[in-house]
């Protein structure tokens, strides 16, 4: 996939349709137009103007109505954007309407994020997976997309396939997606060895998931040094960064960002960073890092919490990790419990908390006992020096005799060891 640099900045008008028959995770709102402006922030453009226009139901021609167009046009010259960008999914249809009637570049939001995505993959495997989904995205669009396909390169939406003349080339595509699957087919069967790996050695997964520019990669940071880049902007980590942390004496994990989640993500991002996202599925705990500071935060909590129950496995325990609280006012707005820790990852606070708080949910009941290890069974030793805290070790004619703090997981593999259970 080539990168094109861009050559103009894009002003763009922002519009988005509050429409009685959306459900309400489909409608635009003055909150998800401002999310829309950080967006296309993100992605180097700059906002001329908001719009959000009150319907029953789209316009099958022009989503927002002839009217409502005519004066988008009139914005558009009074402000001299070049481009508009709407916060709901456009048909092709539409976007070809909206094109002919304002003579400018008309993306919805799926692609604004697409082309974040482009911007920001590092990785082969991460450039792998943008790429199926702008394929993904653009196929069944082709018959009705106007200027934004014909543009070769230089902005926002024109970043990845946009220069092999999609429209007239499905065959290509479909070849190409193919491809791009059995690519990440490949990789997915790497790291399911990886997970195996990983099973048999008995090392927990916890994998930090969140709304976009919550401070999951900050938290990373600061408990892992893993030095990855943490900055205060949307879609900042792409790429899946693991590091092993020792929470204590007898428990280490491996600790895993993910890539943030936004309302309105779009399904094909979903389905192609399955290589990664899939990594959910088999975590055996979730921490769930919030903006504490976010004033959608209840409603950021909901859209994470959706995706959670799609692509983590059933039952997993959530630790709720409530970042940024050193820009509330008042701290105890944030919940407490058994599943919420409240942090400040940049400057470290909380951290011991959150450390217990694993500790807790990973290992359960400890367990004080003394292992009489038969000499066949001594990489069972190895295991106990290596995930539990071992006390004490002796070694005698019938075996290896272990007094050790163990957790639940390795008291139930090596029960028939015991030779002695303390209190």
Do not use: W
């Not at 960073?273 to 975590?283: G, P, R």
């Not at 890092?289 to 209840?298: G, K």
């Not at 400040?344 to 908390?353: F, S, T």
Request: glycine fraction near 6%; charge should be negative; charged fraction near 30%.
């Amino acid at each position: 996939m080539e990168k094109n640099e861009r050559v103009v900045c894009e002003k763009a008008v922002l519009v988005g349709l509050n429409a009685d028959c959306f459900k309400p995770e489909d409608t635009a709102t003055y909150e998800t137009l401002d999310e829309l402006e950080a967006l296309l922030e993100t992605a180097g453009g700059i906002c001329a103007a908001k719009v959000l226009q009150n319907r029953h139901a789209p316009d099958p021609h022009s989503f927002i109505g002839e009217g409502k167009a005519q004066e988008l046009c009139e914005l558009l010259q009074a402000t001299e954007a070049n481009m508009v960008i709407f916060d709901n999914d456009l048909s092709p249809s539409q976007i070809r309407a909206l094109e002919e009637i304002t003579g400018v570049t008309v993306l919805d939001r799926s692609a604004l994020i697409l082309d974040i995505f482009a911007q920001r993959a590092k990785t082969a495997e991460g450039r792998l997976q943008v790429e199926l989904a702008q394929y993904q995205y653009l196929l069944p669009k082709l018959s009705g997309m106007g200027k934004s396909m014909s543009r070769l390169g230089g902005g926002i939406g024109t970043r990845g396939p946009g220069e092999t003349k999609l429209e007239t080339d499905r065959r290509h595509i479909r070849e190409r997606i193919d491809r791009l699957r059995q690519e990440l087919a490949e990789v997915r069967k790497v790291r399911a060895v990886q997970r195996e790996r990983r099973i048999k050695n008995s090392v927990p997964v916890v994998a930090l998931v969140g709304y976009t520019n919550a401070g999951k990669s900050t938290l990373l940071n600061q408990l892992t040094d893993a030095g990855i880049p943490a900055n205060n902007r949307l879609f900042d980590t792409l790429d899946t960064t693991t590091r092993r942390l020792k929470i204590s004496d007898h428990l280490e994990i491996l600790l895993t960002d993910t890539v943030g989640f936004i309302a309105k993500l779009p399904h094909q991002l979903v389905e192609a960073f399955k290589a990664t996202l899939e990594e959910l599925e088999y975590a055996d705990l979730l921490i769930h890092v919030i903006d504490a500071s976010d004033p959608q935060r209840e409603a950021h909590i909901e859209v994470v919490d959706r995706l959670i129950e799609k692509l983590a496995k059933p039952d997993v325990p959530v630790i709720r990790c409530y970042n940024k609280a050193d820009l509330l006012e008042d701290v105890t707005a944030c919940p407490t419990g058994e599943a919420c820790v409240t942090t400040c990852a940049r400057n470290g606070v909380g951290m011991e908390a959150l450390l217990s708080r694993i500790e807790s949910v990973l290992t359960g009941k400890l367990y004080h006992v003394t292992l009489l290890l038969p000499y066949a069974e001594a990489g069972a030793l190895e295991l106990l020096h290596e995930q539990a805290q071992v006390l004490k070790t002796d070694y005698t004619a019938d075996g290896v005799e272990v007094e050790t703090i163990c957790s639940e997981t390795l008291y139930g593999r090596l029960r028939r060891f015991i030779k002695e259970q303390k209190a």
